[in-house]
Each structure stands twice: as C-alpha cells, then as structure tokens.
C-alpha cells in the first residue's frame, strides 16, 4: 500500500482525499470506497480489526439498580463458543419521552468514580449525566473497564470473546477498539428492543469520553456509523491530535478565552514512544512495531474524517492551558484538515470543535453548547441564535486567534 503526501515546512500529512493508488476521491461514491480503505489501514496499523458482527449473538436485560436511583443494562454476547458479559447504568429525564423515543447520551464513565475536583468517591450518575437528564436527554454511564481492563493484562468481556494472539497479527487488537465494540454492543441492545422497553430513540446517540476515553470514543465514532454525535474530548495523540505536529514551546493569545495576551506551551507533547511503550496496549500489535509517527499510512485527519457524514456531527471538545501534554493545535488541525470530506458530503456545518481555557474535561459549559447544538441537529428545535452558537465552535482560538503562529500544515485548511 503507498500513500500519497501533501509536503510542509515540517512534515508529511498523508492525503485524505486520495486513493492509495494515487487516485483522487471526487465524489460520495468514491468517497465510501475512500472510508472503507481508511478502516482497513486504520485496523492494520492503529486500533486493530472490529470483530464481525454476524458472528455475535447479543442477549439484555434490565434491572432497577436502589442504589443510583438509575436501570442496569446488562449485555450478554456470545460468539463462536465463547460469551461474557458487562451492565451499563441508564438513566431517563423525569419527564414522559417524546414520540419516538429521547435522544442519549454514551458518556465514558464508571458509576462508581471519583470526582475529579472534590476527591470524593460516587456512586452513582455524573454531573454531566444529571445535566444531560435535566435538559431531556437519557443516558448510558458506560463502565469501560468492564469490557477491558485498562491496563497491558488485556482482560474483560472483549477479550474473554476475543482473546488476544500475540502470534496472530490480525487478533492483536488494541483497548481503545475493545471499548469502541463496547459502544457499538450499547446500540445493538437498543435497537434490539431495549431502547423500546427504556423509552430510548437508538437513532439518536450522542458518544462522550475524556482523556484515554476521548481516544476511544473517537475511534468508535470511526468505525460505527450509526454514532450520530461523536465528542472525543482531550484525546491527545492516539485521539484526534495529528502525530505529524508539535506545539511544545510555542505561544498563543489567549485573551479571546479570558487568559493572557502571550501563553507558552512548556509541556511535552505526549511522545510516540510513549504511546508505543507503556500505553502500547490500546492500540494494536503492529502500531507498537512502527519506525515512527511518519511511518503511519494514516494520521488522525482522517480518523475525524471517518466521524463523517450527512446526518453524523464531530465536536472536538479540548482544553488548551491543561492540555500541553495533549497538543491542542494537533487536535484543530486534525478538525480542520478534515473538513473537505465533511464538505464533498454536504455536510460541512456539521464538523465542529470547542476549546475552553482549562481543563481535561467536559466542562459544564462545554455541556451547554453541546446540547444546544444537539437540541437542534438531533431533536429539530429551532433556536434563534443557531448560528451564534455555531460560529463559537470553529476551533477559533487556532484558526482565527492565533493564525499566524500555526503550524505550515495548516495551510491549505485556511479558508
């Protein structure tokens, strides 16, 4: 397989909107065909191989949990001898659901948690859960660990069905994809009648996840297409920072956020290396074998790309000022440069990315906007000031703010 290039001033970035031949991708045809390449590379060298959906049989049940107030879905799946199991926590608005069914929210997150400010451990939904419940919307706290321990043992449900081969490359697959099938197993449980029996809308998902999470959540936005709402927040590299940059020791205006006129990123950019040694486990044997970032076929443009389509919406959600491990200007290029497929799909409003001064999270007004938005493109509310909200969730703080100090990759994504 050979890929094209655009050259920079610091780098290769493989082409998006060209065929591994060397042929151009014109149209939504071409396009599928495009996508479905992309996976293949993506699988091979990143994340690993989704297992085949035909092969599965899913079983769930629901049981009222007293102690969060909220109803544990358990999911049974069972493939080729094999079965195991793993309970999400669902929670619905106090309110009857609408025709149809609500909207929901998939957020990354044990009930069983300790809260980031306070230190304290819960039990029980999260503040984002209880915002999103408040304004309507049902929601999945999606224990991943569950599915697969976070750590190099490679153990859960996904790989009690799956078990890691270290002989067999096409069955060394990564913890980020084993927690994206979890995501996908969510949605075939709904549309499979639980999302009837919870009053749930399966067609109106909205995916979240922070951190190692965010990477995940971006990746299953990739390989699912039924996400329709895929917010990777805080991703970094392995997410959705392209790994052909680096920010470290450059400075931006943050003055449009509340911050200072002249901010220095003094932080490393999480290393390739890094990701390859102690973190190799989430992604797949062969990306822990790779030269280097520049010896990928893909960089994560593309994986932003693959959240693509023309009822799907990206919103990138990062910090800036806590996030120097995690390269925020990686992340807006990752946003930008993926914007011509979001364009050849008609689509090209759908493709969005907040930024707020600081914090790895999902702030509480990041949650706002984000639901705003979704009241619109998922519900079919009409608000006034739509496109207000829209122009604040264009990666402003790079494209507008500080465009002369990007990266020279940036360049042919500047409109």
Same mark, same amino acid.
């Given at each position: 397989m050979t890929d094209r290039t655009q050259q920079?001033?610091?780098?290769?970035? %493989? @082409?998006?909107? *060209? $065929?591994? /031949?060397?042929?151009s991708v014109n149209t939504t045809e071409d396009w599928k065909r495009r996508r479905t390449e992309l996976l293949r590379l993506y699988s091979e060298y990143v994340y690993g191989c989704m297992p085949e959906k035909e092969k599965e049989t899913l079983n769930w049940n629901l049981r009222e949990d007293p102690e969060t107030g909220g109803t544990l879905m358990t999911i049974t799946v069972s493939s080729e001898g094999r079965s195991a199991s793993f309970s999400v926590l669902a929670g619905l608005p106090a309110r009857e659901a609408p025709e149809g069914g609500f909207p929901f929210f998939i957020e990354y997150w044990p009930w069983h948690y300790q809260n980031w400010f306070t230190k304290e451990w819960v039990t029980g939904f999260s503040d984002n859960c209880k915002y999103a419940m408040e304004r309507g919307y049902a929601c999945f706290q999606y224990d991943c660990g569950?599915?697969?321990?976070? /750590? @190099? =043992?490679r153990t859960g449900a996904f790989f009690t069905l799956y078990p890691y081969e270290k002989d067999n490359p096409a069955e060394q697959r990564g913890v980020l994809l084993a927690w994206a099938w979890g995501v996908s197993k969510i949605l075939d449980a709904l549309e499979d009648g639980a999302g009837k029996k919870l009053g749930i809308n399966p067609a109106l998902s909205l995916v979240g996840g922070v951190s190692r999470y965010g990477k995940s959540t971006a990746v299953a936005g990739a390989y699912d297409e039924r996400i329709r709402v895929t917010? #990777? &927040?805080?991703?970094?590299?392995?997410?959705? +920072?392209? $790994?052909?940059?680096?920010?470290?020791g450059k400075t931006y205006d943050l003055t449009s956020l509340g911050g200072p006129v002249q901010w220095?990123?003094? &932080?490393?950019?999480? %290393?390739?290396?890094?990701?390859q040694g102690g973190e190799g486990y989430w992604f797949c044997g062969? $990306? =822990? *074998?790779?030269?280097?970032? @520049? +010896?990928? #076929?893909v960089d994560q443009h593309m994986l932003c790309a693959l959240a693509a389509g023309r009822e799907r919406h990206l919103i990138l959600v990062t910090g800036i000022v806590s996030e120097g491990w995690n390269n925020t200007e990686g992340q807006c290029l +990752?946003?930008? +440069?993926?914007? %011509?497929?979001?364009?050849l799909l008609d689509c090209g409003e759908q493709n969005n990315m907040i930024i707020h001064l600081d914090g790895h999270a999902i702030l509480h007004t990041d949650m706002e906007m984000i639901l705003d938005y979704c009241d619109v493109c998922l519900t079919g509310k009409q608000r006034a000031d739509f496109r207000m909200l829209q122009d604040k969730m264009r990666g402003n703080l790079f494209l507008q703010d500080n465009r002369y100090r990007l990266d020279p990759l940036f360049g042919p994504y500047l409109r």
């Open positions: 920079s001033g610091t780098g290769k970035l %493989p @082409e998006l909107l *060209r $065929f591994g /031949n060397g042929d569950q599915v697969s321990v976070d /750590n @190099e =043992t917010v #990777p &927040s805080c991703s970094g590299a392995g997410g959705t +920072a392209v $790994f052909r940059t680096d920010n470290h220095t990123n003094e &932080s490393v950019n999480e %290393p390739f290396s890094n990701l062969n $990306f =822990t *074998r790779l030269a280097s970032a @520049e +010896a990928l #076929p +990752a946003y930008a +440069a993926s914007q %011509p497929v979001w364009d």
